[in-house]
């Protein structure tokens, strides 16, 4: 435990003292803060409109809803920027050869990894909160729906993290290991396109494949255990392969 | 506190190391000695757990560093070839965080940083990041964050490279100051850095074994046929006759492009002695002699002379090793 606290705050800290952790919250916040203005000031139109005829809107479903959903796009974009270093880097540098001499275990290494990742990815998600006070400021949201749609952001992340480490550790090029993770990202994305178009059978294994589709219901502020078993899984499954790629690369020399 | 047993590591079908053998006792400084690529540095890497054998087996502090490689890892400090630092980081911080994950105790750490900081004399750099340091600088922060859990076992993968003479003789130093308490292996491709720091020196050729011994005897047993530098003051070909006369002589060739600056490299058999021959030949025959010493005996001569020696039908056995003092 002491180890992986080690090497994640190594990898934190060497996000943040570097350019790349601002340049990655900057790009993240700067679509993120269009999509906020756009789908609120259309929420406020409309609610305005309701007004007069006596109705009312739902501002967890009309606002924070959607624009987090369009969040999990943004993220899957950025994702790769965040994992791509992760092992290319230390294999190009050298560096990894003191993190596999010193008395740590491969699997604290890539826990370590995982979680200095995914606290960058946390500080990037926190920098939302500030857009969702302004909701409850000047609204009153509810905030159950709001923790569940974060809860999912954090899962979802998690098993981009998860898969990122494992494209990382198979090169020692950052940039290929950028590249890929984007194309199997993009792809676990796409995929759920097909659910509709392919037939009674492809069609729910399509949708059930994809990363972003399994975000909707925590959009909606529904805790699904089928989707935190999804990304659980998918999280597992990646951190495992990740071991198996260590352990290869070791034997082949 | 070293024990390495047949040791074989294949890459595909390339044989890097081939049946190495050798244990290093406690205290002792071994030298490892090739030419690039004869292996030194994949032996280091089973040696540090970087990577597992094919076959045979290491033993490190008496743990065996593949069923029981984190505790052979604790008692292990390594420098590879290319110190393994963090460009980003300071050079406190990156010792800090070698310390933590080498599991110094975290009340001790921040006196085991300084501590080692002024062993390797680095302390003066300490809030400069590691990407911005000179190759001297690397090369000591590399040192000290081997050196800082205070290892057992010390395995330094040419140590030396890359810096200049006044740094090759502190790290040498500081190399010294380290046997004792701790058992050290150093790889290089210089010959005499070996007779300078080592007690015992293994030879490795192209994966295999080819001699173990101290220095001195290595240096002894090699020179086999002996080569002398001579200079006269009388020039020509004249003086290369007289000196092929000498008994024990066995080859004269100019040691110089021009024949009449009279130096010459003289030849002898074996393990025979001539100087005193050749001295007085040259005297008596009233020229002035102006130099005569044994030439030192290059990395690539002392390898031609051990893979020769060995021949192809022998390279089996490995030289015996000398009784030790």
Known sequence: M???????????????????????????????????????????????????FGGAMNINQQVIRYV??????????????????????????????????????????????????????????SVTLP??????????????????????????GGAFVSLGLLVSSTTNNQIVAGIVSFVVFLLLWIVG??????????????????????????????IDTKHVLYYLSLITFGLFLTAKSVDTERWRG | MIEVQHLTKRYGRVTAVDDVSFRVEPGEILGFLGPNGAGKTTTMRILTGYMPASEGRATVAGYDVFTHPIEAKRRTGYLPETPPLYPDMTVREYLDFVARIKRVPSAERKSRVDAVMKRTHVDDMAARACGKLSKGYRQRVG???????????????????????????????????LAGNHTIVLSTHILPEVSQTCQRVVIINKGRVVAVDTPDNLTARLRG??????????????????????????????????????????????????????????????????????MRMSLEEVFLQVTTEEGPGDAEAPVQEAPRA
């Open chain 2, 225 to 294: 046929a002996e080569t002398l530098y001579v200079q006269v003051d009388a020039g020509g070909a004249d003086a290369g006759t007289a000196l092929a006369s000498v008994p024990g002589v066995t080859r004269v060739a100019p040691a110089d492009m021009r024949p009449a600056s009279g130096a010459f490299e003289v030849q002898s058999e074996r393990g025979r002695d001539v100087r005193r021959e050749l001295s007085r030949e040259i005297v008596t025959r009233g020229w002035g002699l102006l130099e005569l010493r044994p």
């Open chain 1, 2 to 52: 002491r180890n992986i606290m080690a090497i994640a705050d190594r990898e934190l800290r060497s996000y943040f003292s570097s350019p790349i952790a601002y340049i990655i919250i900057g790009f993240f916040l700067l679509p993120f803060g269009v999509f906020f203005y756009l789908y609120l000031t259309s929420f406020v139109r409309q609610s305005l409109q309701m007004a007069q």
């Open chain 1, 68 to 125: 987090l959903q369009n969040a999990s796009v943004i993220i899957l974009f950025i994702m790769p920027m965040i994992t791509m270093r992760t092992y290319a880097e230390e294999k190009r540098s050298g560096t990894i050869e003191l993190l596999l001499t010193s008395p740590v275990t491969d699997v604290e290494i890539i826990l370590g990894k995982f979680f200095g990742a995914l606290g960058l990815y946390l500080a990037m998600l």
């Open chain 1, 193 to 222: 396109w097909f659910a509709d178009t392919a037939g009674p059978t492809i069609g729910p294994i399509t949708s059930w494949l994809s990363i972003t589709e399994h975000f909707d219901d925590f959009s909606k502020g529904i």
């Open chain 2, 143 to 177: 040192l000290a964050q081997a050196i800082i859990h205070n290892p057992e076992v010390l395995i330094l993968d040419e140590p030396t490279a890359g810096l200049d003479p006044k740094q090759i003789i502190e790290t040498r130093e500081l190399i010294r100051g």
């Open chain 1, 131 to 156: 857009y969702m006070g302004i909701l409850f400021y000047y609204g009153n949201p509810e905030w159950r729906p709001l923790v569940a749609a974060y809860l999912g952001l954090v899962l979802m």
